[in-house]
């Protein structure tokens, strides 16, 4: 279980040079409260930002950093797995990223991307979807579970049953087998080529035993007919490889520079699609709401006339472009096949220059073999022939023996294979918690009275259905609703990590999430649900409605603003 214990930070966000610092093992419910851009949700982020590297929000890592001082951002948190104590340290300005065990620096690898490996995979056992998953539901730009999509929903699973593992194992058993299959075809290659060597060698014999003083003009003959060809075929060669690299270097620089530029055409015109979508969004706001849904204060006639007028200037610029941006695509794409048709003519010279090769050496080698039924002894040739062949025999066995071995290997990893990927065993061990993980979200779905019966697949698809057995999607249902349905999977998982034992952690964070969707009732249940945690869990609950919930938590924290910095009220 990761107990967290405290976390500190400065310069992070609106927080000026001196470190806040909150206990996170205290008490067992906190309300943070504060105004809107007070700093309250810093410390989620602070959290996500020392752990993985990255912010709970939609934040960019460069905007992380105070703006004012400009340097010197450090985030800091402590926690103890085990029985050993753990403190990540992240810095921007400069960049820090450190992580001690027991008073020790664990040693940093020379990437930092293999160093995060270490905090994720050997320390915490979770990425930051899981994590996030099990500790926090915010309304900010965080995805909950059933936003997310089929892979992604069974990262989160096979992190919180710890059998991820086998997706490991899988992962490792493909690079065995690539290896494997890539032996198995050289294996072929070389008994092929073994075989032609003896058919060529069993042909030679044969020759041999019919060479007498009388034919030798005819191979005299053949000799010459051979090379007559070899000439005319490398006269052919001549012609064909005149210019041809310099041809096929130029096609191909050629061919990179308008995929390049198809590349970015590609980028330009998604990022139109979604200003569109943004402008439609904005549109269709001004169109429809005559009152703020923030404030409640009337939008004036004026304001929504010129705030239309702009989203239909601003369509209309987007809409020429991506039409520039389709016409110029169709462009590339006629260029690009045109470089493509040069390259296939330059390939099929290319197949004809090997093709000429190879018969050159076939005739080379009939040449020598021509001139050795000439040169030699007969019965020499015929003994020395037949041991080469008998030699070739015994090559290709070997060749045979070892393909059968890695064939059978190849098999046997192949039954591992089925048995690794997603419908093999760890189908089996997520059919195995299953019932537990719906029955757990229906008890918190009927606390938080919402009375539906949620059905998980094993594909990780639901099925919600009302008293009246019709048949629902997450998407059916009212904000306030998908927010309890929300709660009661976050509480879902924090349960089935306990009992797996994966990726329990005594920090539980609900960011906002009493001023959302949720009504009276909704708060008092969910406030039922977090009195019954066990006293190992520790509740950090932020809120800008501080007046509503006040009373109701053992401790509180608030944050205010002071000279354009963020920082705790004594």
């Known amino acids: 279980m990761i107990q967290f214990k405290i976390v500190k930070w400065k310069n992070f966000l609106s927080t000026g040079n001196t470190f806040t610092e909150i206990d996170l093992n205290r008490n067992k419910t906190t309300l943070v409260v504060g105004h809107n851009g007070a700093g309250k949700s810093t410390m989620l982020d602070a959290i996500s930002f020392a752990l993985f590297g990255k912010p709970h929000r939609n934040i960019n890592k460069p905007q992380l950093i105070n703006s004012i001082n400009n340097k010197d951002c450090v985030v800091e ?121 003896i058919q060529t060698q069993e042909k030679y014999i044969r020759d041999i035993k019919a060479v007498t003083d009388d034919n030798k003009k005819e191979y005299e003959l053949k000799i010459a007919e051979s090379q007559e060809n070899i000439k005319k075929l490398q006269e052919d060669n001549n012609t064909l490889s005149e210019g041809l690299d310099d041809a096929i270097k130029a096609n191909e620089e050629k061919l990179k520079k308008l995929h390049d530029r198809r590349q970015v055409l590609l980028l330009d015109s998604q990022d139109v699609r979604t200003r569109m979508s943004s402008v439609a969004k904005r549109a269709k706001f001004y169109e429809t709401n005559v009152y703020c849904p923030e404030c409640s204060g009337e939008i004036s006639d004026d304001l929504r006339a010129n705030q239309l007028s702009e989203c239909k200037t601003e369509a209309k610029s987007l809409k020429s472009t991506s039409k520039s941006l389709g016409e110029e695509g169709m462009v590339l794409e006629n260029q690009i096949q045109e470089i493509t048709d040069i390259a ?83 189908t089996k061990l ?59 999977l976050l509480f879902t998982w924090r349960q089935i990590a306990k009992m797996k034992n994966s990726v329990a952690t005594n920090l539980l964070i609900l960011d906002e999430t009493f001023d959302s969707s949720l009504d009276h009732d909704g708060v008092e249940n969910l406030l039922k649900i977090l009195y019954t945690l066990d006293d190992d869990t520790n509740v950090f609950v932020i809120s800008h409605k501080g007046e509503i919930l ?21």
């Open 344 to 426: 296939k003519e330059l390939r099929v010279k290319l197949n004809t220059l090997a093709d000429n090769n190879k018969d050159i050496s076939s005739l080379q080698k009939s040449i020598t073999e021509y001139q050795k039924f000439i040169d030699k002894e007969v019965a020499a040739d015929l003994t020395e022939a037949k041991n080469d062949c008998e030699g070739m025999r015994k090559e290709r066995e070997s060749f045979v023996e070892r393909k059968f071995e890695i064939s059978e290997q190849f098999n046997y990893n192949s039954v591992m294979g089925e048995m690794l990927k997603d419908t093999g065993i760890k």
């Open 550 to 570: 006040d009373g109701k938590f053992e401790a509180k924290i608030e944050f205010k603003k002071e000279r354009n910095f963020s920082k705790m009220a004594a």
């Open 77 to 197: 948190v402590q926690f103890d797995v085990g029985k050993s104590s753990f403190k990540v340290i992240r810095g921007i300005r400069p960049g820090i990223f450190e992580i001690w065990k027991n008073g020790t620096m664990i040693n940093q690898s020379s990437h930092a991307k293999e160093y995060q490996k270490i905090l994720e995979q050997n320390i915490l056992k979770l990425n930051h979807k899981s994590f996030h998953q099990v500790v926090v539901l915010g309304s900010s730009s965080f995805i909950p579970f059933m936003q997310l999509a089929g892979g992604h929903r069974r990262d989160v699973i096979e992190d919180l049953l710890d059998i991820n593992v086998f997706s490991k194992m899988n992962h490792l058993l493909k690079e065995k087998q690539t290896v494997l299959r890539d032996s198995l075809k050289d294996l072929n290659y070389k008994i092929d080529i073994q075989s032609n060597k």
């Open 430 to 488: 997520i059919k195995q918690y299953l019932p537990a993980i719906n029955k757990l979200t229906n008890q918190y779905l009927q606390v938080l009275d919402f009375f539906v019966h949620f059905n998980l697949d094993e594909s990780f698809q639901e099925t919600i259905r009302s008293r009246h057995r019709d048949a629902f999607t997450y998407d059916s249902f009212s904000e306030g609703e998908k927010q309890r349905i929300d709660l009661a």
